[in-house]
């Protein structure tokens, strides 16, 4: 699905991807971790189509396309959904109209038909359930005075809403309780199905707890330094990233 | 003022006498013809201001000076009932009154069903009756220095807005007051003025709303007095889209009695050039003015705000919220200045300029100004100037808008700020989509908010 060779980038001539080779099949989970500043939510935001990244060398290929020289709306109605490690508030801007919106050209891209306002505020009953966001928060801003981990609840719901096929979440776990984290992990799980891959960028083995990940990568000075399975994420819980070369 | 009067100048002044003779000629000497000779002396020897004038240093007048325009409205336009009705509000009852080419239309107004304590009429009709009550009130409530604008509205009224809301009276129906300008057979100026008297405890809601249509070429100079007495309650509301060729200068002067209350919410979208000008005056304890301002240009579109607040008494407030949305090669300019007078202690103004610039060639000039003469008060002023943020359109963009949607969704969602103050619910309405038709995209920003 997901084919990232030998990729360097820079931001304003500061190398920070430095020859990065990743692969992902549909139905994988693929756990990120690294050290601050190594990488992870630049790999994230370069897959997602942020614009002020050089790509001074390599590839990426989605779904046997070049991804690249897709916009960010054309990504994300081809499938790519990216959970951000800061949600930015965006005032005026209704929530559930983004939402509803999104879904809509995401399932007019794959020529489905619309759904209709009540069609729509089913499917959001039902979400919200899985993820126990608080209702009042849907009719807000997008993420408007949103405390931390309601950011992080509201990405994970409007992933189990778009339903995509490539779900890039970077650090979603990164300041829930366990409660949250739990739930947002219930979030992910029911959504794992043979067609989706999901990438999993965080910093505690405890997430990976409760998704069990296919595999582990560590991120380092801009490139995967080791790939395992689950078990190297409990030896970097007890170890940290020293004793890697 | 300029004093000094060149040869071109002298020309221009010219053309506004002799329609001035022709207008003193066909009216009848009356008890307010010595203040039109006066006004007009004052504007033949200031002249029109060039940008020397420090009030009007970022705003050259002379695109309105080179045209020569016919001061004297043409009664026999008529206009078509479509475009009346696409004007007034729809799902609002109002009180309407219409205005084409600066001439009052009986046929489009309505003011049936008023209390027959309150008066409203046209200002024609006022002059020649109600000769008493505006001896009082009419040009009182402008500033002695005013500009060459006021002075030459002045010495030219022919119509506009009387209105008088007696003690503890509260209208509830919105009073609509549109000016019009229709293509006419030559460039016109208009030169509506209004006068507003509100009775003690009184309570009003006001629209003025100037449209024109097309790209029609024409000059509205406008001047609304407003006098609020004790506890009296004025929401106003100013509408500018006149056409992209037309000039606008409009001049809004309100003196505030004690515990009275202003709210100004004007929205400027039209006009090639613009000015607004709002002049209050705090004359009693506890009076307080509200100024939200929104203004969009684009293209050549200049569009000047003038805001002038002289708190003369204590405990007196004074809140400005001005907003502006620049594109293509257009010009803003936020000019508000308060003056806290000697003795005016506690008093309270807050006044903030905020800008989104949406491309490289739009500019904004931004001075907020605070002249404090008294020690015990608490005044705030700031401005800024941005771009759209990049953070924001990425979001929206990953979450599958496209680019020029999500561009317009985030500009709108600016404007929208200043909006968000109405709590007139179809009037905010009604901006609202004004404001949203303005934007590219339109249809789809609709989805979002
Ligand atoms: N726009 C930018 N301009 C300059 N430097 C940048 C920019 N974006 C990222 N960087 C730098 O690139 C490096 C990688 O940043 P990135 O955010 O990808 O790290 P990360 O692995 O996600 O870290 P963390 O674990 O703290 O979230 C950092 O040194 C960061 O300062
Ligand atoms: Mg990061």
Redesign the pocket.
Known sequence: MLNIKDLYTA??N?K?LEGLNLSVNAGEVHAIM??????????ANILAGKD?YQVTQGSVTYEDKNLLELSPEERARKGVFLAF?YPVEIPGVNNIYLLKAALNAIRKHKSEPELDAMEFMSLVKEKMKLVQMNEDLLTRSVNEGFSGGEKKRNEVFQMAILEPKLAIL??TDSGLDIDALKIVAEGVNSLRNKERAFIL?T?YQRLLNYIKPDYVHV?SKGKIIKSGGPELAIELEEKGYDWIH | MTGFINKKMKDIIDNYAADFTELQSIRKNDWFSKHRKSAFNFFKESGFPNTKNEDWKYTDTKPITKNVFSNISNTNIVARDNEVNEIIFKDLECINLVFINGAYSEEYSDIKNISDKVIIKNMANALVNDENLLKEHLTQHIDQDSSSFTALNTAFIQDGIYINIPKDIDIERPININYISMDGSNAFATHPRNLILMGENSNATIIENYVGNGDSNYFTNSVTETFLSQGAMLKHYKIQQESFNAFHIGSLNTSLSKDSRFESHSVSIGGALVRNNINANLNGEGAEIIMNGLYMTDNAQHVDNHTHVNHLKPHTHSHQNYRGVLNGKSRGVFNGKVVVHPKAQKIEAYQNNANLLLSDDSEIDTKPELEIYADDVKCTHGATVGQLDDDMLFYLRSRAVDEQTARSLLTYAFADEVLNEINFKEIKNKLEQLVISRLPDSSLIREYV
């Open positions: 931001v304003e500061k920070i690294g050290p601050n500043g190594s990488g992870k939510s630049t790999l002020g490690q970077d650090e960028v910093h991120l």
